[in-house]
């Protein structure tokens, strides 16, 4: 019994370890307090004495730390990690989060356990998406499962939903390049994953009386989609749809490149040590949400200022603009050809210019809100998002 009892109290430790990295992680964003998690699994009161072999009675008061003790088997997991897993899925914990606006299921747990038929429901009723648009998306989901569904079972993987590797992307992009003809990057295909996973978890904590992000899934920091890109000139819906879907493509494409272009010149003028020290830099800044200050010390400089000198930031967004400018100009022109006569193209140059202006500046101007506050409970715009995908390919993985 004193031994069982020990278990417990320890268990109950780590049950308030759990609960205080929740606050420290979600608190500040979601206004979370420890206490309140508490109250929901720090529920053993010390006195009611259980064997781990019995059979727990249905009507008889069960303690969480307990029920993990129970059924906890040391081949699955460490027991530290046991109680992490059962206190996250402990179902009055997840309603209270769920109301507070926050899921705790990882993107990939999301798609795994959404089915078809759900995600029409949500994308139809929630969203309000046109039959089109359901279509396309059910395609990406659906190939999706094929791939990861099929992995998981055959290599009998249980518990934690890890991202999808190389190859599984490039399994699901084949797929859905024969259902539907479009080939899409391996980049592009992981944003779209993740932005449908974020719209199944703003509909799971809207639909349980919680609070979700107010975002469109057509604005490009979501899906990544943007239902207001260019599209002059454009008459019946479904050629819109297409020409939407073509355009969302090309801002991703053309964001990948811009970075290629700047970063790589970037690297190209300066020295090797100062190079690995701006990439370094960039990395910690945008995908880690890291300041300024507490950048300096990690890559060996003095303060705040020498890495603002090193990031450059106002002439690295300029210089992105541009590229990107040159780059969506060209092949939205060019696109432009399959739905306008020549005679007209002359007409529409210029309001082809001025929106596309508007969806460069947003995308920028979104990045420049967003660095002013480089947490990591901040949702990271569509610019940091490609950014970091891009470093992840350069930077070697001892900087990560």
Not at 70 to 87: G, K
Not at 312 to 328: G, I, P, T
Not at 385 to 391: A, D, E, G
Request: proline share 4%; aromatic share 8%; net charge positive.
């Amino acid at each position: 019994m004193l031994a069982n009892l020990c278990l417990r109290c320890f268990i109950s430790h780590q049950i308030q370890q759990v609960c205080i990295g929740l606050e420290k992680r979600y608190g500040h964003d979601y206004g979370l307090m420890r206490q309140d998690l508490f109250a929901f699994v720090l529920d053993d009161d010390g006195k009611t004495f259980f064997s781990i072999r019995e059979s727990p009675s249905p009507n008889r008061y069960q303690p969480l730390a307990f029920k993990i003790l129970q059924s906890f088997d040391p081949e699955r997991a460490s027991l530290s990690t046991w109680v992490a897993r059962l206190v996250k899925s402990h179902a009055g914990l997840n309603a209270f989060l769920l109301e507070c606006g926050l899921c705790l299921l990882s993107d990939w747990a999301l798609l795994n356990d959404t089915g078809l038929p759900k995600l029409q429901r949500v994308l139809k009723q929630f969203y309000q998406m046109s039959d089109r648009e359901v279509t396309q998306v059910q395609v990406l989901l659906e190939s999706y499962h094929a791939v990861y569904r099929r992995d998981r079972l055959q290599q009998r993987q249980k518990g934690k939903c890890l991202p999808p590797t190389e190859p599984q992307l490039h399994a699901i992009g084949q797929r859905m390049q024969a259902q539907t003809g479009q080939r899409h990057t391996l980049q592009a295909l992981q944003l779209q994953l993740e932005a449908l996973a974020d719209r199944l978890r703003q509909y799971r904590i809207a639909s349980r009386g919680g609070n979700p992000r107010g975002q469109s899934l057509h604005q490009p920091e979501a899906f990544p989609l943007a239902d207001d890109a260019p599209t002059h000139g454009l008459n019946e819906p479904d050629e819109q749809s297409v020409f939407l879907q073509f355009y969302r493509q090309q801002l991703l494409t053309g964001l990948e490149m811009a970075f290629a272009q700047v970063v790589g010149q970037r690297v190209k003028t300066q020295k090797s040590a100062k190079a690995q020290l701006f990439l370094q830099a960039l990395q910690l800044f945008y995908c880690q949400g890291e300041s300024m200050t507490a950048i300096a010390p990690v890559i060996g400089l003095q303060g705040q200022y020498q890495v603002t000198r090193l990031l450059k930031l106002k002439e690295f967004r300029a210089d992105v603009r541009h590229c990107l400018w040159q780059y969506l100009k060209q092949v939205i022109t060019d696109k432009a050809t399959d739905y306008t006569a020549p005679e007209q193209l002359n007409q529409l140059d210029e309001q082809i210019e001025v929106a596309l202006a508007a969806q460069i500046d947003a995308v920028i101007q979104q990045e420049q809100a967003n660095a002013k506050s480089p947490k990591s409970y901040v949702v990271r715009s569509l610019f940091a998002r490609i950014l970091c995908h891009y470093l992840d390919r350069q930077l070697p993985a001892s900087i990560h």
